[in-house]
């Protein structure tokens, strides 16, 4: 699981399977201070690809989810 490999690199990951709204979910993740957030719903599954959002400057970009383990880690910095 991706999560999981992520956290064992050193990057702090937090999860959220609930059944809230998207808008509920990304004031969570800025509650909680993060730096980025990555929105993986239904489309992205089918579309392979993911969103990383930056919570800072609310800019979003699409990441393969083929690679989204590397890029993650390239971009965090690990």
Do not use: H, V
Not at 4 to 31: F, P, V
């Amino acid at each position: 699981m991706l999560c999981n490999r992520l956290r064992m690199a050193g990057a702090r990951i937090e999860t959220d399977y609930g059944a809230r709204s998207l808008k509920s979910q990304m004031k969570r993740s800025d509650k909680l201070g993060c730096r980025f957030t990555l929105i993986l719903g239904e489309r992205e599954l089918q579309e392979k690809k993911a969103l990383l959002r930056d919570m800072q400057g609310s800019a979003q970009q699409p990441i393969e989810l083929d690679d989204a383990e590397r890029t993650l880690l390239n971009i965090l910095g690990r």
